[in-house]
């Protein structure tokens, strides 16, 4: 683990100033999150769990305070750079997928290094291991309308990965699956996260998806009220490793 | 991105739409396809001027009575009776600045050989008329000062006359009756093919002045209706002009104030007249062109405009996985000048088959001018960039999170 966060925000804030009333939808949030981290970011709905993602992904700016990625201000950065950084660091997975429609799923993945200005054979050959490592690997002709939602997900993580970043964010990534897709997917974090050391900040509103974690952000109307691991109650929807340990530790 | 990657693209969106993509360029195509079918006529007509006044022959002056139109020259001619025989004796006499001058007066007439009979007009003219006119004889000889003086019922025919009368037959020798007067046939003209003004003018048959004011003439024995002469060389025209216009107004009294009562025209004249005609041609189809290919362009700002809003969610993935302002913005601008470039492609065709079939239909000569093809393409490409800019820059200015949102 490195000593500069992956993420490192200082008083962040988001403040939407359409309707009559300012809505704060992050409230001076400061957090940091490490090298290797899985972390869960919970809360009931309308919390600010996507604005939040949506900043630390560089999709959009902060009202107030500061965002460090990889220790680099990110305020600082003009609009070229943060392409660059959703292109390199970043993989972002959405609970709608997300994908272009009538592209294959080839394509789709290969999205990325297109902007990366890859070349056409590197391009697809990368594309192909990320969707083999996906399991998607007898599908990459497909539209993503010709794939089931956990394979549209799929693709869509494959996606993320194929530019190869440190830092994976998924804002309910399994709220349009079902529970066997959900495993599916969750299993495929945790190998990410455990065998290629990505950081995941994944957000979800289901107690066994966040058990997964090994560390639970909980927000409330903008707040991180709660930070810590998934208490011992939560049964994690697949086994990982970390809880696994614990319990034969325990015994 | 590469530029086959970026053009692979734009194709692939434009084929998912064609019927909008058609209706989007067909300003372009409508715009391109009149530049093509312009200058393909323009420049055949302008050959076609070049040629037909070069066969009216050299230093040509035309004098005709009466006033005059635009071009200077009249098919029918001598409607007016301002001019006579003396005035041409006298121009002869006077005018230091031309070297000949010949009368020709003219009618319709059926001409008859043997069992073939053919209507055409039969011109009474003098020796010097071939050599104004550049006009020689491809068989036989032209009448002689001999045949003016004797009267002699010759005649020289033109080519279509000959070819109508005799088919392939060498006419030469052979007779021919003429209002039932019969002539012998001493001579066949070289063809001349159009006159600027698109008469044929190898339909035609000539016969001594002399015998034309005696036989056919009737009343109007001194009456002229036209009169061609030669200006003594090419610098000269102008000055034959005045000349002549000066001896002319003298011998008719006309006073300060009046205006000529014949009119006298010399081929630069000519050449301007119809170089007008085929100018404000080339403007008018101009016009029709510029205006077409601004409204093609607005079609493709319009189609680019919905086509930037309808895939504002796919510019939000784009830009969510590294797509720069610039990225998309060379997207839609290539877009748009592929499409404005299948427009132009399709126009260059359309208006060279327009011009073809023009050509076919009407036997106008159109000629096919690669460069001009080249350059109408180029510009139908700079309309997409014109007009595609602004839209693709309302695409590359969308912030990330926004076009995402997007519903
Ligand atoms: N574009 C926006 N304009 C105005 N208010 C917004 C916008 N996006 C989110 N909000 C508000 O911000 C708050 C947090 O939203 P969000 O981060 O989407 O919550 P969550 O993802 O936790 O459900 C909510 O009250 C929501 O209504
Ligand atoms: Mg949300």
Known sequence: MSDTPVIDTVGLSKVYATGDTPVVALADVTLQVHRGEFVAVVGASGSGKSTFMNLIGLLDRPSHGVLRLDGVDVARLTSNQR??????????????????????????????????????????????????????????????????????????????????????????????????????????????????????????HEQDVAAVSRRVVQFKDGHVVMDGPPPETWTPAVEVPWRAAKVQGAA | MSLFTLLRLAFRVIARNKARAMLTVLGIVIGVAAVIAMVALGTGAQQNIAKQIASLGSNLIILIPGTTNVAGVRGGGGSSTTVDVDDIEALRREVKSISLIAPANRQQVQIVAGDANWGTTVQGTTPAFYTVRDWGVENGAPHSDLDEASMNKVCVLGKTVATELFGTDDPV???????????????????????????????????????????????????????????????????????????????????????????????????????????????????????????????????????????????????????????????????????????????????????????????????????????????????????????????????????????
């Not at chain 1, 997300?98 to 290094?113: D, F, K, Q």
């Not at chain 2, 029709?288 to 601004?294: F, H, K, R, Y």
């Not at chain 2, 720069?324 to 399709?346: M, P, T, Y």
């Open chain 1, 83 to 204: 392409a660059m950084v959703r292109n390199h660091k970043v993989g972002f997975v959405f609970q709608g997928f997300n994908l272009l429609r009538r592209t294959s799923a080839m394509e789709n993945v290969e999205l990325p290094l297109l902007y990366a200005g890859v070349g056409a054979r590197a391009r697809a050959q990368a594309a192909a291991t990320a969707l083999t490592q996906v399991g998607l690997g007898e599908r990459m002709g497909h539209m993503p309308n010709q794939l089931s939602g956990g394979q549209q997900q799929r693709v869509a993580i494959a996606r993320a990965l194929v530019n190869q970043p440190a830092l994976l964010l998924a804002d309910e990534p399994t709220g349009n699956l079902d529970s066997t897709t959900t495993r599916e997917i969750l299993k495929l974090f945790v190998d990410l996260n455990v065998n290629h050391g990505i950081t995941v900040v994944m957000v979800t």
């Open chain 2, 173 to 407: 020798d052979k007779w021919v009756r003429i209002k039932k007067v019969p002539f012998r046939v001493i001579g066949v003209l070289v063809a001349k093919g159009q006159s600027p003004m698109g008469t044929d003018q190898d339909d035609t048959v000539l016969i001594p002045f002399s015998v034309y004011r005696q036989r056919m003439a009737g009343t109007q024995r001194d009456q002229i209706q036209a009169a061609y002469a030669a200006a003594i060389d090419a610098n000269s025209a102008q000055a034959a002009v005045d000349d002549m216009t000066a001896v002319l107004r003298q011998r008719h009294h006309l006073r300060e104030s009046a205006e000529d009562d014949f009119s006298i025209r010399n081929l630069a004249d000519i050449a301007a007249a119809s170089r007008e005609v085929s100018e404000s041609m080339t403007l008018l189809l101009g016009s029709i062109a510029g205006v077409s290919l601004l409204v093609g362009g607005i079609g493709i700002m319009n189609t680019m405009l919905v086509s930037v809003t309808e895939r504002t969610r796919e510019i939000g993935i784009r830009m969510a996985v590294g797509a720069k302002a610039r990225d998309i913005l060379v997207q839609f601008l290539v877009e748009a000048v592929v499409l404005s470039a299948i427009g132009g492609a399709i126009g260059v065709a359309f208006g060279w088959w327009v011009a073809r079939l023009l050509s076919d239909t009407t036997g106008w000569v159109t000629v096919f001018d690669p460069g001009i093809a080249a350059l109408a393409f180029a510009v139908s490409g700079a309309v997409g960039v014109f007009f595609g800019f602004w839209p693709a820059r309302r695409a590359a200015r969308l912030d990330p999170i926004d076009a995402l949102r997007y519903e």
